[in-house]
């Protein structure tokens, strides 16, 4: 089984690339390998701080000796919404302060929206996006990306998933992919107009933006 570090402290993250990587891979968090900092997140846009965090655990590995030359993958995703000009962005996880409290930083979004005047669904577009970067045992970096296209609901539905899972509903034309994994109809359209927390993980790990950016990853 090969070994890939990856560059977060989300087990929610983690447990998506698993699915998504598959067996044959095993992923390994930093904080397993007793590194508990993280990379300051000084980048403006997702792929930037995506690889400053890959970069930074590589040379921390390097300099430690002992797990040198395993790749490491990281990424930067957030949620883009078109009537915040793009907000939350890059500051996605930290909206509503730097505790990166989900439930206040979906209040915080579900406020802003009905502030601008976004009370139609037409209104409140967005999109999920991941920028990937891998570094391979050569200390080559790649970059990998994806997007989830989809609106924000009027309010929290669903326990599932994590992050703003519970208020964005992805676009029929996004579930619709599931079709062609084998979904049926009928199961597509029981997701049809549900948050991504409704619907059942294994099925958003195969539409989501992470998927999309993972996907054709190989080691």
Known sequence: MKKLIFATA???????????????????????????????ETGQSFRENSALKARFIYDRLQLDGSEANIPVLAD??????????GEPGIYTARYAGGDKNFRDNMDKLLRKLEEAGALREEDR????????????????????????????????SGTGGFGYDPVFIPDDSELEALLALGISPEEVHSCKGRTLAEIPESWKNLISHRYKALKDIRL
């Open 10 to 40: 989300n087990k929610g993250k983690a447990r998506e690339a698993a699915e998504i990587l598959g067996e044959g891979i095993s992923i390994v968090l930093p904080s397993e390998m007793g590194i508990g900092e993280e990379a300051d």
């Open 76 to 85: 930067d995703s957030g949620l883009e919404v078109d009537a915040l000009g």
């Open 125 to 156: 577009k967005a999109r999920f996006r991941c920028s990937v970067t891998l570094i391979d045992a050569k200390g080559q970096e790649s970059f990998h990306d994806g997007t989830l296209e989809g609106h924000i609901a009027f309010r929290r």
